[in-house]
């Protein structure tokens, strides 16, 4: 099934110990490329997490951000150090002795201060088990919300690809008219040569210029690898697998070939028809960049 490399999935769980939020965000690029935005009493956890989306995802940049909240029980079992907050506004008396200038520490200075809250013997095995089990239904809504954003994807380039082949075959029917019309064009053109180069013209330089002609209409091939790339494009939509660098492949030889149709027209329709397959091919090759 066709993947989005764009999507965003939240999962919030709880147990007696607090609660877990994650969220993560995906967008396009070229490789599996995670940011990690955990607190540091859950950095131990992110090997596992790694693990999970290297067996989920192939590709796309994620944006990953863990928020967790203590139980009120646990809250409360915040042990403080006395002696140090105590020695901490001694210290800070001194200093304001020293240069007669500044503010006192506010209370939450105070807390942010590393060993003013002892927090050693709290347990996070609990939340830790909770991350990493809420981590997996996280990471399912991610999967699914890119498969269902996927589904659009493929729908649409196959809408496109069915768009392409309406066109080709409408050139291929209309080339015998073309030819004709060319055909004529050609014989007054050449006509007007022949008179101008008398009974000495070089027999030779007249094939050269007719094989050079026929040379500047000859589209069968473009219009043929088109459809051939067409086919390729819809077989490969159909794939279980990560396939949107397969598809950005063939997205570029369509254009050359679409490119090259539009080098060799000859008429006005021709030329339209060449210019509505490039616009075609250029929606489904924005596209083709968020799929994984």
Known sequence: ???SMTAFSRVQ???DSGEIVWELKSVN???LEPG???PDDFKQIEPAIRQKLGQALKRGKLDISLRYRLSAQDVTNINLNEELVKQLRQVEQDVLKIVHEGHSL????ILRWPGVVDE???DFSPLHELAVSSFDEALQQLVANREREGQALQDMIASRCQQITDIVKQVQQRRPQMLEAIRQKWTSQL???LAQWSETADAGR???ELVILAQKIDVEEELDRLLAHIEEVESVLQRDEAVGRRLDFLMQELNREANTLSSKSQDSETTRFAVDIKVLIEQMREQVQNIE
Not at 106 to 109: E, F, G
């Open 1 to 3: 099934m066709i993947k």
């Open 13 to 15: 769980q709880s147990n």
């Open 29 to 31: 690029h070229r490789y």
């Open 36 to 38: 990690f935005k955990l």
């Open 106 to 109: 506010s209370v939450a200075d």
């Open 120 to 122: 050693s013997s709290r």
């Open 191 to 193: 006509n007007d040569k």
């Open 206 to 208: 007249l094939e050269q």
